[in-house]
């Protein structure tokens, strides 16, 4: 007897303590990567040289390179991007399944974002570096800067590439260059082309800037400023006739302006020096409020 009345007691507090607890407030919306309008707004195809095109957005680059045995795509922008890519590509006379090759910069949501997509729709392999084919297989998450703000869907790299390799395709050579620091998987990608048949070397490179990223005593990136200094140094000892950045603007090309595109485009070296520059003056802000 003295169990059941236990028993009851227990019920009736359990339930007291059940209906205290107020209702808990509405979930939070999910947040989405939102971005500039102008990395958003399609554009057609933009000759950079005989066998290279721009084919991404205003503002983001997609690269489109012609070879001898189909086509290879640089980078793809924003997820939302892949329908606008493939019609490029069409306008370009070309079908998805003539598309090669996926060779990525970095793998952030806003230049690797329609990887997946892309493979999916034509059977493209995708070529990164081991720290992006990472990132690439998480979709984005867990990045060292911004955790989980920019993913997108996740993607398979086909193939891993070392500092230096040279991927062919279709008669045309690509080479890697590490340039770690905006992400310690960043590449710069060179190549040979033709403009108006004169001999042209096309240096595609990776981003250079740390937005709102932490250099000091950084947990998760300990050799962060030192990797900055290398990339500096070897993005200005690239061969480098045309320089074409993932956003545009950094490197002085202006996508919008069509025949007037590459009026302020800038050197390799004028691009490394710029950057440095305002790294130095990140890195000395950091240093000023860490004293």
Not at 75 to 86: E, I, R, S, T
Not at 206 to 234: C, E, K, M, W
């Amino acid at each position: 007897m003295r169990f059941q009345t236990f028993t009851c007691a227990l019920s009736a507090c359990l339930l007291n303590s059940t209906t205290a607890v107020a209702e808990p407030p509405t979930l939070p919306q999910l947040q989405a990567y939102t971005v500039d309008a102008s990395w958003l707004r399609p554009m057609q195809p933009l000759r950079i040289a005989d066998h290279t095109w721009q084919i991404g957005t205003e503002k983001l680059t997609a690269l489109l390179v012609v070879t001898q045995d189909g086509v290879v795509m640089l980078d793809g922008g924003m997820p939302q991007m892949a329908d606008h890519l493939l019609a490029n590509l069409r306008r370009r006379g070309f079908k998805p399944q003539d598309l090669r090759l996926l060779l990525s910069s970095h793998a952030h949501a806003d230049h690797a974002g329609p990887f997946a997509a892309l493979k999916r729709r034509t059977g493209a392999r995708i070529v990164a570096s081991a720290e992006s084919a990472v990132l690439l297989a998480r979709g984005g998450s867990d990045d060292l800067h911004f955790g989980d703000d920019i993913t997108y869907p996740p993607a398979v790299a086909d193939r891993v590439v070392m500092d230096g390799e040279v991927v062919s395709q279709g008669g045309v050579d690509f080479t890697a260059h590490f340039m770690p620091g905006h992400t310690p998987g960043s590449i710069a990608w060179t190549w040979n082309d033709t403009r108006d048949g004169k001999p042209v070397r096309i240096a595609y490179v990776d981003s250079l800037g740390a937005p709102g990223y932490q250099l000091l005593a950084n947990p998760r990136y300990p050799n962060i400023v030192g990797d900055y200094r290398r990339s500096f140094a070897t993005v200005r000892a690239l061969p480098c006739d045309v320089l074409l950045t993932p956003h545009p603007g950094s490197s002085g090309w202006e996508y919008a302006a069509k025949d007037a595109a590459g009026a302020k485009m800038m050197s390799c070296k004028a691009y490394a020096d710029a950057a440095e520059r305002g790294f130095n003056a990140q890195l000395a802000e950091e240093h000023r409020k860490a004293r």
